[in-house]
T-cell receptor
Framework: AQTVTQSQPEMSVQEAETVTLSCTYD???????LFWYKQPPSRQMILVIR??????QNATENRFSVNFQKAAKSFSLKISDSQLGDAAMYFC??????????FGAGTRLTVKP | EAQVTQNPRYLITVTGKKLTVTCSQN?????MSWYRQDPGLGLRQIYY???????DKGDVPEGYKVSRKEKRNFPLILESPSPNQTSLYFC????????????FGEGSRLTVL
């Protein structure tokens, strides 16, 4: 079964600085989707960014970007110019062929003013 | 507004008292799924449905039932709740084609005493 690992249970960043959250996954498939979801204290699951495995170019959404290393099965999230509103739990997720989405255990990000 | 709606958002109940958490989506999505979120474990799939009258077990189905009689609704039933089912529950949906993103409800916090 596919697994997703987030090795950093907690991370901290100073406001306006940059932070990178790590994620690795295990799969034998060649085409799949990867996601980062944000869960603020409201508990809502908010899509931050998505990456399709067949696309070599790393996805970017404003201050959020990914470093997708397909051979290494690594999918890290970089948050630039961190803001207080970025404080949340972040989940890395994998999905193949519209089947079950697999989630990592999450990384809690604290942003210090 | 496109959304997934869950009810109730909060519920405290006692062991053995049957309960149902409703889920409805207005996006005409074929795929619907239930997840539970527990600290340190991320989100784990309970049941999913690929279309009306088609349901299947996820990773943690014990103690739960589901039904999919209409495309828009996918209720989660706990026939005899136990304290180990205390958790945060999410309903999610997605179209059969597209970028694979799951659209989440706002979550239901369930406490079983």
């Amino acid at each position: 079964a596919q697994t997703v690992t987030q090795s950093q249970p907690e991370m901290s960043v100073q406001e306006a600085e940059t932070v990178t959250l790590s994620c690795t996954y295990d799969t034998s498939e060649s085409d799949y989707y990867l996601f980062w979801y944000k869960q603020p204290p409201s508990r809502q699951m908010i899509l931050v960014i998505r990456q399709e495995a067949y696309k070599q170019q790393n996805a970017t959404e404003n201050r959020f970007s990914v470093n997708f290393q397909k051979a290494a099965k690594s999918f890290s999230l970089k948050i630039s110019d961190s803001q207080l509103g970025d404080a949340a739990m972040y989940f890395c997720a994998y999905r193949y062929n519209n089947n079950d989405m697999r989630f990592g255990a999450g990384t809690r990000l604290t942003v210090k003013p | 507004e496109a959304q997934v709606t869950q009810n109730p958002r909060y519920l405290i109940t006692v062991t053995g008292k049957k309960l149902t958490v409703t889920c409805s989506q207005n996006m005409n999505h074929e795929y619907m799924s239930w997840y539970r979120q527990d600290p340190g474990l991320g989100l784990r799939q309970i049941y999913y449905s690929m279309n009306v009258e088609v349901t299947d077990k996820g990773d943690v189905p014990e103690g739960y039932k589901v039904s999919r009689k209409e495309k828009r609704n996918f209720p989660l039933i706990l026939e005899s709740p136990s304290p180990n089912q205390t958790s945060l529950y999410f309903c999610a949906s997605s179209p059969w084609t597209g970028f694979g993103e799951l659209f989440f409800g706002e979550g239901s916090r369930l406490t079983v005493l």
